[in-house]
């Protein structure tokens, strides 16, 4: 029973971060289309919103993504504690 339980678990993760990213990336297009409309400069703003929008998206799927795999290893997914501190004497 614990088995369902665990894949349910996994499942719902993977659809939420790549939910993540679609919506990342929809609100970042969206907003450089009405840029593009306000300031009638067409290609522009969807550019910059669609790339930017992609690189902050993958920024955060790969960072869940480390948090999850940190968390199946059997580390607390706590980036912070689980850092060493660098003398730099």
């Keep these: 029973m614990s088995n369902k339980k665990n894949s349910g678990q996994v499942v719902f ?6 939910l993540q990213l679609a919506i990342t990336m929809l609100v970042f297009v969206y ?3 009405r840029l593009d409309l306000y300031f009638d400069k067409s290609p ?8 930017s929008g992609m690189v902050l998206g993958f920024y955060h799927l790969l960072k869940d993504l480390q948090v999850n ?5 059997g580390g607390s ?4 504690t689980e850092k060493k501190r660098i003398k730099w004497n």
């Design 13 to 18: 993760a993977n659809i939420t971060i790549g």
């Design 31 to 33: 907003g450089g289309h």
């Design 44 to 51: 522009l703003f969807l550019v910059i919103g669609t790339a």
């Design 69 to 73: 795999d940190k968390k199946d290893a």
């Design 77 to 80: 997914g706590d980036e912070k």
